[in-house]
């Protein structure tokens, strides 16, 4: 309990809504511990009386503040609500997000040091973020709320789709960002992008049956070790080829079309959706 | 007030998890009112609550809810839009406040309405006692606000149909009366799945007991505890004939068992029907504890 008190003209001033947000901050704040203050606010005439006062206050301090990425949703028109329940994903944390970041400037790094087999490097990283970050954006194993989410009637559907497109939008541009530094032909930054889509697509489209973080690593395991055999045949680039270029879009498609065909009514991996 | 038109109908169902079967050909009704749901572990309770909150599909049998039945898409957000679930376990988000926790819970409910969500969100943490906590954060909390706090989005719009699983762990006597009295207050079909024998005598009109997945009995609690008639006795020593004896606070033994093993006869508690139905002694029934 502090023994500083704001004076009573302050609290008139906060209350004609006649002084700054800082001070206007420090003042709310010291008003959620502090009877005597509080007293002095519920006396002034010119507002309604002490639970109105109160409750103005409680409104002010006791909602869960949303992180940038929420604050970044609300402030493009989604409802403050949806934005927190989008954003409270462990895969749009500020430490997830400064591990990709790391991860490709480590990856960036080394393209730049060992040539083209440092490229190399860096499109088997770059598609593999977003496809992590769709894995863990829900989940039995990752959202704390997720049992209880299902049973409630939120569209577990809407929840799975915005989180992953956030996740997606999110990771990319880092990806994108990461491979300016990039000594190579300018093709390489964006090679990766059609690889990444797919295998989110593929991610998202298997939810069905199998838990995202199961088919994420399932893929990531088969990019990396398509990656080495390349590699050990001389040709680390191979899966970067017309035809496998060919082969994401169909694949990305397909799967695009079977997730996004599905409907709300079905299951995610056995449980009711 | 008890109306006796069933609100819920579990017929027939059956889920297996691998080679387990958790649950064989359960079938029973509800009413509105409170009605326990007793049994060991592995009996199946959480099971048979997260089938009934929507979360399982059983392998077989049907489940209808407040009139609806849970198979198709839009009836079963109908049933989500009335109902109230507590799993037997929750983690909670990392750096949420008490009232951010039952915010957003509201906001999965679908109270859009800020003004009213917040207002209902001071409601309930208000029924559970946790107002002046609120906007504290959920890991400076002790593990029996937590518990209330589950309580607390359980409740939030007031649910028709309420599952509670085990939601007496961790609170002191106070603070367990405080939330029979809220239970008791509602006009909602309640579950209240529990070891507690003592919530449900003091709550419940009517008790389900479930064992390896099957219901054993089914009816009011006075025609359970009417079961342990005349089996149950106080003595000066114990007795090892007696299915469970354990030493009670006058320094005398209970003894509960069909067979007649001496002293003065006294009148059943529902825990003594409940281990004489179960054939369970003192010992194992710590154990399950």
């Known amino acids: 309990m502090t023994d500083w008190h704001a004076s009573d003209a302050r609290l008139r001033a906060w209350v004609a809504g006649e002084i700054g947000s800082i001070e206007a901050a420090s003042i709310e704040q010291h008003l959620s511990g502090c ?239 | 007030m008890t109306s006796h038109e069933p609100t819920a109908a579990v017929t027939g169902v059956g889920k297996r998890f691998r080679r387990t079967r958790a649950l064989d050909d359960v079938t029973f009704q509800l009413s509105t009112g409170v009605t326990g749901l007793l049994g060991p572990n592995g009996a199946g309770k959480t099971t048979l609550l997260r089938i009934m909150a929507t979360i399982l599909t059983p392998d077989e049998g049907e489940v209808s809810l407040l009139g609806r039945s849970v198979r198709t898409a839009g009836q079963r957000t109908e049933v989500r839009r009335r109902l109230g679930y507590l799993p037997q376990e929750l983690d909670y988000p990392r750096g949420f406040t008490a009232f951010g926790f039952i915010d957003y819970m509201a906001i999965l409910k679908e109270w859009d309405d800020r003004t009213g969500r917040h207002a209902e969100v001071r409601r309930v943490i208000e029924a559970v006692q946790l107002t002046d906590v609120s906007a504290k954060k959920i890991r400076a909390l002790s593990g029996g606000m937590r518990r209330r706090l589950a309580v607390a989005q359980a409740l939030i719009g007031t649910p028709k149909l309420l599952l509670l699983d085990e939601p007496t762990t961790g609170l002191d006597p106070e603070q367990r009366v405080n939330l029979r009295r809220v239970l008791s207050g509602m006009d909602a079909t309640i579950l209240l799945s529990t070891h507690q024998t003592e919530d449900v005598e003091a709550l419940c009109d009517r008790v389900i007991v479930l064992d390896q997945g099957q219901v054993t009995f089914e009816g009011a609690v006075a025609d359970l505890v009417a079961t342990a008639e005349g089996s149950v006795w106080m003595a000066d020593e114990p007795d090892p004939r007696a299915l469970a004896h354990w030493k009670a606070g006058n320094g005398r033994y209970r003894h509960v068992g069909r067979e007649h093993v001496g002293g003065e006869q006294v009148a059943p508690t529902l825990e003594d029907a409940y281990l004489l139905m179960r054939g369970t002694t003192v010992d194992e029934l710590e154990v399950t504890r």
């Open chain 1, 35 to 273: 009877g005597r203050c509080q007293a002095v606010v519920a006396d002034v005439d010119d507002v309604g009386g002490r639970d109105e006062v109160w409750l103005a206050i409680r409104d002010r301090i006791e909602p869960q503040p949303l992180n940038l990425v929420g604050r970044i949703l609300a402030r493009f028109g989604m409802t403050p609500g949806n934005a927190l329940l989008v954003s409270s994903v462990p895969s749009l944390s500020g430490a997830w997000l400064l591990g990709v970041g790391f991860s490709l400037v480590f990856a960036v790094v080394a393209a730049n040091v060992a040539g083209p087999r440092g490229v190399a490097v860096f499109l088997l990283l770059a598609p593999l973020a977003p496809l992590i970050g769709v894995a863990f954006a829900f989940g039995a194993e990752i959202d704390p709320l997720y049992e209880l989410t299902l049973s409630t009637p939120y569209s577990k559907f809407r929840l799975l789709l915005w989180r992953s497109c956030l996740v997606i939008t999110t990771t990319i541009p880092l990806a994108m960002l990461a491979a300016i530094p990039l000594d190579s032909p300018w093709w390489v930054a964006a090679a990766w992008l059609l690889p990444a889509t797919a295998f989110c697509a593929v991610t998202l489209a298997a939810t069905k049956w199998v838990e995202p973080q199961i088919t994420a690593l399932a893929i990531s395991v088969a990019w990396i070790l398509a990656h080495a055999v390349a590699a050990w045949r001389g040709d680390p680039l191979a899966a970067f080829s017309a035809a496998a270029m060919i082969a994401y879009a169909v694949v990305g498609i397909a799967a695009a079309t079977v997730f996004l065909g599905r409907g709300p009514a079905e299951t995610f991996h056995g449980r009711l959706l």
